[in-house]
């Protein structure tokens, strides 16, 4: 074997791991030049893609972390990420959950927005679809059942389904939310995060869930007990170019600085992941 066609299959196989795509898949895209070994998964093109996909991460990781099923951490079990846009696998115990975790609604009794302002559900050529109300911005969900369609909520318990009610247009707390995201501020880190499903799932394999949450919009922990230790995924997340810098051109360029153990950074965003003791009496 070539050094060539190693390094291609170390790249493959960085590429593989992270997101459970074929390996002769990744080995095409090695060939092709479109992973390299500092970028081994395809990055999202484009500052909206890369806001959009943050966002999607930041609200599955709150409003998810009671219902993982099976170690997918944020309900997926494997991606096809590619410049233009992002395909996902959804846990089938978890796809409604996931859905609905994401779609926007106003709390008409406390006031405020549930999840990512301005998205938008719909079918595509027999998938569904998240797409934005205004922009291009795109995710595609897969489901192991072909005819598989998500129980969609409606309007009640004080809450305003605005995805519904605002399906060719923004409600005004959408616009004031938006306003808040910052196009590139750090939206690079928690992209990739969310193209690298296996590795995050490395964290629920013990029990079968993660602890996740986050502080703000640049910041996301996940914690867990009995998986391997923080320090291993910490290192398979790096070398899946977690944490490589982009081009200087952009404002997600890293600052150079070193992170502290268990802490990975980059363009003013950040992940934690930590390890913790068990409670579990039956470990």
Not at 15 to 23: F, K, P, Q, Y
Not at 185 to 192: E, H, N, P
Not at 204 to 220: I, V
Request: hydrophobic share 35%; glycine share 10%.
């Amino acid at each position: 074997m070539s050094r060539r066609t190693d390094n291609r299959h170390r790249v493959a196989t960085l590429c593989r791991e992270a997101t459970g795509l074929a390996h002769h898949t990744c080995l095409k895209w090695a060939a092709a030049g479109l992973i390299t070994r500092q970028q081994p998964v395809p990055d999202a093109v484009g500052a909206e893609q890369r806001t959009f996909e943050s966002q999607l991460v930041l609200e599955l990781a709150d409003r998810l972390r009671h219902e993982q099923v099976d170690g997918a951490v944020l309900g997926f079990t494997h991606a096809r990420p590619t410049r233009s846009g992002l395909v996902l696998g959804l846990h089938p115990a978890t796809a409604d959950a996931v859905v609905a975790a994401v779609l926007p609604r106003l709390d008409e009794h406390y006031g405020g927005l549930r999840g990512v302002p301005g998205l938008r559900l719909s079918p595509q050529g027999g998938e569904w679809v998240l797409t934005r109300a205004r922009g291009e911005a795109l995710v595609r969900l897969v489901h192991p059942r072909a005819d598989w369609a998500p129980r969609l909520p409606g309007h009640g318990d004080g809450l305003t389904q605005l995805w519904r009610s605002h399906r060719h247009g923004v409600h005004p707390a959408e616009e004031a939310e938006e306003r808040r995201w910052v196009p590139d501020s750090g939206g690079a880190l928690l992209s990739r995060v969310l193209r690298r499903p296996l590795l995050v799932n490395a964290a629920g394999t013990a029990h079968g869930w993660a602890n996740t949450y986050h502080h703000g919009r640049r910041s996301l922990v996940i914690e867990w007990c009995c998986a391997m230790d923080a320090p291993e995924l910490e290192s398979r997340l790096r070398r899946s170019g977690l944490a490589e810098p982009v081009p200087r051109t952009s404002p997600e360029a890293g600052d150079g600085r070193a992170d502290p153990p268990g802490r990975i950074s980059l363009g003013g965003a950040s992940l934690t992941v930590r390890r913790g003791p068990c409670g579990d009496a039956r470990c």
